[in-house]
Each structure stands twice: as structure tokens, then as C-alpha cells.
């Protein structure tokens, strides 16, 4: 089966660069979806296609996506940026694959 | 626009099967592309996808859940019905369905997600 890791914990400063990483084998050749949840709320989509923003996403959040890496940022973090972000790829052999989830705190 | 809302049970029994719904508006299943799917999360833990139907029935599972879950669709009805066998309090967990957009081969993901509803297992 296919696995995704992500880092358990990132903290950061009001302001600065959060970067949240996505590990998985070859995952360059897939496409990487991440989803913000906030505590007591459902996932919310917050970057498709690697590096792609729904509407009403802030372009603060961005995405990228080569060789065994996946990273979402976050630049000038912000206070309501705390959340546990979850990586998401589709895989012929596992379907539906979720990372393991980032909690982010804003210090 | 897209709304999805799940119910069924909050307190299932060990052994017991688990019957949710998803009832959505804003979208048909008859659409070309178009899914719905069944995603969980144990509390404190990740999401873990489960189930996904696709408007032409084509039907998706985790495959380490497999045996134990069967989707299906009602399309006039705009449901979409989970079912879980031989339920464990490991599957303690909120249930959430999502939307399923029509994309390129592959590139599956969800854009629109239900509320949740928390199912609790337990004699």
C-alpha cells in the first residue's frame, strides 16, 4: 500500500514561512491535494493538483510537488492558520491515500 | 452551491452493522466524473479514506476495509448509503462524505466536504 508521512508538529512565528512536507515513494509523478482542519470543523481543500488554489484560498497558500517530496506553505503566517493539514494522492494500488497529518502552531 | 450532509447512528454495538447516509445538493450522481466518498477519523487521529461511488456506479474501496463496507447511491433520492459490518470501538470515529469533482484520471480529490457525524461503538 501506498504511504504518505508528514511531519507530526510544525510551529511557527506570526509572520513568517510555515513549510509542511509530504513523503511518499515517487510522489512527483502524482497528483498532491492538501486540506486544512480546523478543530471541531471538516477538511477544507486548500491547495489541488499540487500547487492549484480554490477560490477564496488566500495566496498565501501554496504547493509544490517533485521527486519523493510534497511541501504546502504557508507565507506570513497568521494566527487562524493553526490547523492540522493533511496531504491527499490517489494511487492504482491504494485508491484514496491520506498523509499522516501536520499539526501547525502558531507561536 | 454543493452541500453534504451525513446521518445515521451515534451509538452502534460491537458486532452491529453501521448504516450512514449522505445526503447532498448542488450536484447530481448522474454526471459524468462526478463521486461521492465516505472519509473517517478516529478522535485525535488521521483521516482515513473509506468508500467512493462514481455517477456511472463504479464503486471504490480501502482495501484493508473491503470486507466489511458496501456503497451505494440513490440517485433520485440524492443519497448516497455507507454500510459497515461487524462494527469494533476501534471504529469509533466521525464519518464524513465529500464531493468528488469530475478531473483528469488520477487526480482524484474532495472539494466539498459534509459536517461530519460521530459514531461512537460500544456495548
Known amino acids: 500500500s501506498y504511504v504518505l508521512t508528514q511531519p507530526p508538529s510544525v510551529s511557527v512565528a506570526p509572520g513568517k514561512t510555515a513549510r509542511i512536507t509530504c513523503g511518499g515513494n515517487n510522489i512527483g509523478s502524482k497528483s498532491v491535494h492538501w486540506y486544512q482542519q480546523k478543530p471541531g470543523q471538516a477538511p477544507v481543500l486548500v491547495i489541488y493538483y499540487d500547487s492549484d488554489r480554490p477560490s477564496g484560498i488566500p495566496e498565501r497558500f501554496s504547493g509544490s510537488n517533485s521527486g519523493n517530496t510534497a511541501t504546502l506553505t504557508i507565507s506570513r503566517v497568521e494566527a487562524g492558520d493553526e490547523a492540522d493539514y493533511y496531504c491527499q494522492v490517489w494511487d492504482s494500488s491504494s485508491d484514496h491515500v491520506f498523509g499522516t497529518g501536520t499539526k501547525v502552531t502558531v507561536l | 452551491q454543493i452541500t453534504l450532509k451525513e446521518s445515521g447512528p451515534t451509538l452502534v454495538k460491537p458486532t452491529q452493522t453501521l448504516t450512514l447516509t449522505c445526503t447532498f445538493s448542488?450536484?447530481?450522481?448522474?454526471?459524468?466524473?462526478?463521486?461521492v466518498g465516505w472519509i473517517r477519523q478516529p478522535p485525535g487521529k488521521a483521516l482515513e479514506w473509506l468508500a467512493l461511488i462514481y455517477w456511472n456506479d463504479d464503486k471504490r474501496y480501502s482495501p484493508s476495509l473491503k470486507s466489511r463496507l458496501t456503497i451505494t447511491k440513490d440517485t433520485s433520492k440524492n443519497q448516497v448509503v455507507l454500510t459497515m459490518t461487524n462494527m469494533d470501538p476501534v471504529d469509533t470515529a466521525t464519518y464524513y462524505c465529500?464531493?468528488?469533482?469530475?478531473?483528469?484520471?488520477?487526480?482524484?480529490?474532495?472539494?466539498?466536504w459534509g459536517q461530519g457525524t460521530l459514531v461512537t461503538v460500544s456495548s
Open positions: 465529500a464531493h468528488s469533482p469530475r478531473v483528469p484520471a488520477a487526480k482524484y480529490y474532495f472539494d466539498y
Open positions: 448542488g450536484f447530481s450522481l448522474s454526471t459524468s466524473g462526478v463521486g
